[in-house]
């Protein structure tokens, strides 16, 4: 049962990581209120470095933010602590 938690975990918080890319391009397009940067961060740092990495090169969005050069840290990290686990 724990496994089945972890990866529907991991699939849902990847999903939500990835879509919040996308619907925060779509509103900086259209000038709209934004998502805020810690939170498309913290989707990241929970356990959805995937989906946040595959979002801003999808989208093209953060990818120059220096800040966000943690995103593929946090993907490496995430990796290794899913292999060694």
């Known amino acids: 049962?724990?496994?089945?938690?972890?990866?529907?975990?991991?699939?849902?918080?990847?999903?939500?990581?990835?879509?919040?890319?996308?619907?925060?391009?779509?509103?900086?397009?259209?000038?709209?209120?934004?998502?805020?940067?810690?939170?498309?961060?913290?989707?990241?740092l929970i356990g959805g470095a995937s989906g946040a990495l595959a979002g801003m090169y999808f989208f093209h969005h953060k990818t120059k933010k220096l800040l966000f050069r943690a995103v593929p840290v946090l993907f490496a990290a995430q990796a290794v602590l899913l292999i060694f686990f």
């Open 1 to 44: 049962m724990g496994l089945e938690w972890t990866a529907n975990y991991l699939i849902f918080v990847n999903l939500a990581a990835f879509a919040a890319f996308g619907i925060d391009k779509r509103r900086a397009r259209k000038h709209q209120y934004r998502i805020s940067e810690a939170t498309l961060l913290g989707l990241a």
